[in-house]
């Protein structure tokens, strides 16, 4: 297993005064290039956060992170697996006070702390702890973050586990077409969806998990290239488009009361959304990614 030891700031708008080398945390992007966000409007006011088994870029719009990445490898999904599960969360003191969710935010806010990148993988006591700071986190019922959210993240850990590494890219997603809800003194947004976008490089395979964060969650498998179209995120700039258009034959959710039913084939995984509901909130979220970047 690979020993990571960096911890550290990159700040890619003026958000702050302190500056370090991206390089710093390349070897947990998918060909060393981040997750490239493609709206200018998004972009302002972020700041990347490097630590020792994840990077994060933590956006001063949401208080929050756009995106979380990490490669995960089958000696951290074992060594994890032996790590006891714990850990308390905490600001984020690495990041100006404008740009920090506070655990007042949360508290009786209705919404559970939803880990991007979940301590689950995280192999021991130092990244498990750095997976519970707020940049790494956003607000999510808890009908999905304790079930099918659940469910996502088991299933990518037996990918890893399966694979022997995978690239993966956690974030939430937000509708700019319908008022914001928001939670705390901080007005945390609450996102529409929260999704996770794997790339397999022994298998040269990619694909998507979008769940949309309600109290009756959905979840759904596509594309690389349809989520990045619904988030305006490309979590993997270095691949090429024609691997990103692919839905590669991805595990099911795992031990969730909503669970997806796995389909082999790439034509049936990216077939139309059944349900209205779905199929609405696609529709409201390419339509304002597509005609505001």
């Not at 890619?12 to 080398?21: C, I, K, T, V, Y």
């Not at 021991?124 to 707020?134: E, I, N, P, V, Y």
């Not at 309600?214 to 690389?224: E, F, G, L, N, R």
């Not at 090429?240 to 790439?266: C, D, F, T």
């Amino acid at each position: 297993m690979r020993v990571r030891f960096v911890t550290c700031l990159i700040v890619l708008a003026a958000a702050s005064s302190a500056h370090a080398d991206p390089a710093s945390c390349s070897h947990l992007f998918a060909g060393g290039k981040p997750p490239a966000v493609l709206s200018e409007t998004q972009r302002g006011g972020t700041v990347l956060l490097c630590n020792n088994d994840y990077a994060v870029l933590a956006s001063e719009d949401t208080k929050g992170p756009l995106w979380s990445a990490e490669d995960i490898t089958e000696e951290q999904i074992e060594t994890a697996r032996k790590t006891a599960r714990k850990g308390t969360f905490s600001v984020d003191s690495r990041l100006p006070g404008s740009m920090q969710a506070t655990l007042s935010d949360y508290r009786r806010s209705g919404y559970d702390r939803g880990h991007m990148t979940p301590s689950g993988d995280e192999p021991d006591a130092t990244s498990q702890d750095q997976s519970f700071l707020l940049s790494n986190i956003v607000p999510q019922t808890a009908a999905l973050n304790r079930g099918a959210w659940e469910g996502v993240e088991s299933a990518v850990r037996g990918w890893a586990d399966q694979e022997g590494e995978i690239f993966v890219v956690t974030g939430p997603g937000y509708n700019p077409d319908q008022i914001q809800k928001t939670v705390g003194p901080g007005k945390i947004p609450v996102p529409a969806i929260t999704w996770k976008a794997i790339y397999d490089p022994a298998g040269s395979g990619t694909g998507a998990y979008i769940c949309l964060n309600t109290a009756h969650p959905v979840c759904k498998i596509t594309s690389v290239s349809t989520l990045t179209q619904l988030v305006n995120i490309d979590p993997f700039p270095a691949l090429p488009a024609s691997l990103k258009e692919q839905v590669a034959s991805m595990p099911p959710i795992r031990q969730s009361p909503y669970a997806l039913s796995h389909r082999a084939g790439n034509e049936k995984l990216q077939a139309s959304w059944k349900s209205a509901v779905v199929q609405k909130a696609i529709k409201a979220l390419l339509h304002s990614l597509t005609t505001n970047k």
